[in-house]
Structure formats: structure tokens, C-alpha cells
């Protein structure tokens, strides 16, 4: 299973980026996929995560009506809009997959079994 991110890149505030995440290998057992971010000195924190099935999506708090996750079965992509973005949202966005759904929640780190290599953000002011 492989995981490729990206999109990231350099915005002032307000902007918009849209990153990417492609699943390769055994997408057909994938349950969920998931975006987190890591800023400098900080732990890595939940952004957004959508399943594969039904579509269901899930959202941190500091991006709701901000940033849309989608996604596309044919391609096995998934994609993360980000609109109005803020220095805040600087960091280092890992796309992960879940495959065993282990039912922790979408929303947890621990429910991913597969990560990405990561794409950095920098929103300047």
C-alpha cells in the first residue's frame, strides 16, 4: 500500500489550495481516509477524513466550513479544499488510509494503518 500526497505549497491569507492524496495497492479492502497535520513543535492533529463507501465525512473543529474533503473511487484519490486559509493552518498535511478499520474512530490517528509522506502548507499573513 502506498500513499501520495500532494499540493502543498506557499498562499498568503485567504487563500485556497487543494491537496491530493493517490492509494495505490490494496485499495479494495480501504475503509477510510484521513488527513492530519503537524506544525512545528506541535503533536499531529486531526483535519479531516471521509470513507470510501458512503462518503461520510468528519471534520476538526478549526476547519469546519473552511475545508472540504472528497473523494474519487475510479482514481482511489482523495482530495482536501482549503479555503480562507490562515497562518494557522501551517504545516506538514499526512494523508493515511485505514484498512482494517479497527474502530477507533475516523478522527484518530490510531484508526490508520497507512501514511503518506507528507506536503507542506505555509500560509504567510
Known amino acids: 500500500v502506498q500513499l501520495q500526497a500532494s499540493g502543498g505549497g506557499a498562499v498568503r491569507t485567504g487563500g485556497s489550495l487543494t491537496l491530493s492524496c493517490v492509494l495505490s495497492g490494496r485499495t479494495y479492502s480501504s475503509y477510510a481516509m484521513g488527513w492530519f497535520r503537524q506544525a512545528p513543535g506541535k503533536e499531529r492533529d486531526f483535519v479531516a477524513a471521509i470513507t470510501w463507501g458512503s462518503g461520510s465525512t468528519d471534520y476538526a473543529d478549526s476547519v469546519k466550513g473552511r475545508f472540504t474533503i472528497s473523494r474519487d473511487n475510479d482514481k482511489n484519490t482523495v482530495y482536501l479544499l482549503m479555503n480562507s486559509l490562515k497562518p494557522e493552518d501551517t504545516a506538514v498535511y499526512y494523508c493515511?488510509?485505514?484498512?482494517?478499520?479497527?474502530?477507533?474512530?475516523?478522527?484518530?490517528?490510531?484508526?490508520?494503518?497507512?501514511w503518506g509522506q507528507g506536503t507542506l502548507v505555509t500560509v504567510s499573513s
Open positions: 493515511a488510509a485505514d484498512l482494517s478499520h479497527a474502530g477507533y474512530g475516523i478522527h484518530r490517528a490510531l484508526e490508520y494503518d497507512y
